[in-house]
């Protein structure tokens, strides 16, 4: 299957910007997606990506997806408490999303 | 109810007992996982089924089933527990069954084998 790769933790002081970096090796991968877990809860859709697009901003986060190098990235502009939370990158195969270990941020107030 | 109930939050169970986790969903989604999630490994597919009456393999399948007797809900069962399946359980659904549709997970069942 494919493999999607994270490092596992990343710390930051509450107001710099937080950039998750996700590598994965499906070439044919239509959609890369992030997603957040909360501590006791699921995942929680944050937002996704189509294959075809170089970047898309959603408020404080920017994706930004080089298909030639297999790398995505999420980016959180002035990062908050509240955004303390582990976010996993995962990838669109046949019949199944292929999740990263996840990256446990840490926001420093 | 409202999106994805699993049901028991967490269980401690001694090897060898059968088990059954409860998946339901009100959102009548044709597709619905299950996932386990271990430090270090993230999540991983154990089955899913991409509408009723049907269910797959997903990449770690041996030791579970699952059933899909209807839209709402989808157990699942282990036969007979070992340790190794100390984890934390997902259940998930997305509508239409495709990887480009978003999924929706429930809270989590925190299975302990002794």
């Known amino acids: 299957g494919e493999d999607v790769e994270q490092s596992l933790f990343l710390s930051v002081r509450e107001g710099d910007s937080s950039v998750i970096n996700c590598t994965y090796t499906?070439?044919?991968?239509?959609?890369l997606y992030w997603y957040k877990q909360e501590p006791g809860a699921g995942l929680q859709l944050l937002t996704y990506i189509f294959s075809n697009m170089d970047m898309k901003q959603d408020q404080r986060l920017t994706v930004l997806l080089n298909k030639k190098d297999k790398h995505l990235s999420l980016r959180i502009a002035d990062t908050q408490t509240g955004d303390s939370a582990i976010y996993f990158c995962?990838?669109?195969?046949?019949?199944?999303?292929?999740f990263g270990t996840g990256t446990r941020l840490t926001v420093i107030p | 109810i409202a999106g994805i109930t699993q049901a028991p939050t967490s269980q401690i169970l001694a090897a060898g007992r059968r088990m059954t986790l409860r998946c339901t969903q009100d959102?009548?989604?044709?597709?619905m996982y299950w996932y386990r999630q271990d430090l270090g490994l993230g999540l991983r597919l154990i089955h899913y089924?991409?509408?009723?009456?049907?269910?797959g393999k997903g990449e770690v399948p041996d030791g579970y089933s699952v059933s899909r007797a209807n839209t709402d809900d989808f157990p699942l069962t282990l036969a007979s527990a070992v340790p190794s399946q100390t984890s934390v359980y997902f259940c998930?659904?997305?509508?239409?069954?495709?990887?480009?549709?978003?999924?929706?997970f429930g809270n989590g069942t925190r299975l302990t084998v002794t």
């Open positions: 998930a659904s997305s509508d239409g069954g495709k990887p480009n549709s978003p999924l929706h």
């Open positions: 089924s991409n509408t009723a009456g049907t269910t």
């Open positions: 499906d070439s044919s991968s239509t959609y």
């Open positions: 959102m009548r989604h044709n597709a």
């Open positions: 995962a990838s669109a195969g046949a019949n199944n999303l292929f």
